[in-house]
Nanobody, 122 residues
Framework: QVLLVESGGDLVQPGGSLRLSCAAT????????MSWYRQRPGKERELVAA???????TYAESVKGRFTISRDNAKNAVYLQMNSLKSEDTAVYYC????????????????WGQGTRVTVSS
């Protein structure tokens, strides 16, 4: 019913930048909290950044000042601009969203994307 489609992962050198994108497609009425998580090699999945429908962002301490989360409610999309990338940012990045469906008044329901790989290496 709903898919979160991510893009933008790539191999980048330390100090470089990447922009991740995620769009919710399908039977979407509204999208509420949208978030980016990441899972580094050998680590548990962790919250990177989140943004409310009203554009209020929060960030993990490790990315503050380097990453910027934004969203486009008209496109049901969320973005993560990542600057000054470090090797420790290497991870699979996952989009997460709370979605209200067209077909039911229940919810919202929580969805995950499939992940996009970011590798920071020289």
């Amino acid at each position: 019913q709903v898919l979160l489609v991510e893009s933008g992962g790539d191999l980048v050198q330390p100090g470089g930048s990447l922009r991740l994108s995620c769009a919710a497609t399908g039977s979407v009425l509204n999208v509420y909290l949208m978030s980016w998580y990441r899972q580094r090699p050998g680590k548990e999945r962790e919250l990177v950044a989140a943004i409310t429908r009203g554009d209020s962002p929060t960030y993990a301490e490790s990315v503050k000042g380097r990453f910027t989360i934004s969203r486009d409610n008209a496109k049901n999309a969320v973005y993560l601009q990542m600057n000054s990338l470090k090797s420790e940012d290497t991870a699979v990045y996952y989009c997460n969203a709370d979605v209200q469906l067209v077909i039911t008044p229940r919810g919202p329901f929580n969805y995950w994307g499939q992940g996009t790989r970011v590798t920071v290496s020289s």
